[in-house]
T-cell receptor, first 118, second 119 residues
């Protein structure tokens, strides 16, 4: 019954390595999101995508890039990992744009990927 | 400026009692949605309840209800008859609808409140 799958639950990388975090959803959702979660800061949006090959910066895009070549897959890339990118990364998806008053359009989250950069 | 503020880093409640988790928000939009998610120690984010800014009634879902005070820009989560399984991190989040009334669906989250239920 898994709907949003993140490829790795735990990763340990070294400073300077290139890191790929993969996310796949099977709900045919148009929107996909990458958040990072840090204690005391809640979840902060890194990037999101509302269509294949489309991407928008979130609140903290520095040091990250994303790729969405297929509707079901949204990848987060750390070109050169740094220790301050040690965090929990959460992928989410939701249906297409909705107008105000049309209901919740809930984000469905993956289980998270805990990245440690040494 | 912080858009979503949860001022209670941690809360404790006795089993079977009710507890209120606070959340205030800041927006100039007239149309927005407010969400609460639960995150147990396992890490998954579980959607609990939603309130639209135009909804006249406070939202309820089983033991969860919202005390939505639009003028005060607050949407507090009330959990009635607490259970041990309610021990978790709780996040409040907001979706704003931009000019034209559409949204890409992104949510802005608060810092979270850790709830501990004692037997």
């Amino acid at each position: 019954d898994v709907k949003v799958t993140q490829s790795s639950r735990y990763l340990v990388k070294r400073t300077g390595e290139k890191v790929f975090l993969e996310c796949v959803q099977d709900m045919d959702h148009e929107n996909m999101f990458w958040y990072r979660q840090d204690p005391g800061l809640g979840l902060r949006l890194i990037y999101f995508s509302y269509d294949v090959k489309m991407k928008e910066k979130g609140d903290i895009p520095e040091g990250y890039s994303v790729s969405r070549e297929k509707k079901e897959r949204f990848s987060l890339i750390l070109e050169s990992a740094s220790t301050n990118q040690t965090s929990m990364y959460l992928c989410a998806s939701s249906s297409a744009n909705r107008t105000a008053g049309s209901g919740a359009n809930v984000l469905t989250f993956g289980a998270g990927s805990r990245l440690t950069v040494l | 400026a912080q858009k979503i503020t949860q001022t209670q880093p941690g809360m404790f409640v006795q089993e079977k009692e009710a507890v209120t988790l606070d959340c205030t928000y800041d927006t100039s939009d007239q149309s927005y949605g407010l969400f609460w998610y639960k995150q147990p120690s396992s890490g998954e984010m579980i959607f609990l309840i939603y309130q639209g800014s135009y909804d006249e009634q406070n939202a309820t879902e089983g033991r969860y209800s919202l005390n939505f005070q639009k003028a005060r820009k607050s949407t507090n989560l009330v959990i009635s008859a607490s259970q041990l399984g309610d021990s978790a991190m709780y996040f409040c989040a907001m979706r704003e609808f931009y000019a034209g009334g559409t949204s890409y669906g992104k949510l802005t989250f608060g810092q979270g409140t850790i709830l501990t239920v004692h037997p």
